[in-house]
């Protein structure tokens, strides 16, 4: 499917905050790599381009491959069910392109586990509620795909 040519931007304000949006090393990224790090998870590459879909946090030994998802870019699952997520502006746009993002996710993610990954997804609104948490699931898979890589504590 085609996307159409990005709409021309409604105001300043809206083209500024749209360029202001990160792929990569945003706070919460951040803040998710430092809490590894403290629990003892070390050994990883972000962003790894050898693999499908480039994830975020990779533990190649462990095969564990992490993947931090803005709820607005991935259409989020929880959040969806709230409101919806696509804006109601130049929808025509907006839908396909979004729309896109999650079949390259899957795309991703298959390839990914026919490699032997173990593939985390943390979802924004997840990780602001319970970082710890997300941080556990990480770790959890850690645990499950290494015998060699035990987080240290």
Known sequence: MR???APVAISTAVSRAMK???AKGTKPEAKL???????GARGYRKHDA???GK???????AKVAVFFHGCFWHLCPLCSTKRDLIPSLNRSYWEPKLRRNVERF???RRALVALGYHVVVIWG?????APGRQVERVLAALRRNSVNHTPRR
């Open 20 to 22: 202001a949006n990160r």
């Open 106 to 108: 899957h795309r991703d």
């Open 125 to 129: 609104c997840q990780f602001e509620k």
């Open 50 to 52: 050898r693999l499908p």
């Open 55 to 61: 994830p975020d946090v990779a533990y190649n030994k």
């Open 33 to 39: 790599l430092r809490m590894l790090w403290a629990a």
């Open 3 to 5: 996307i159409p040519a």
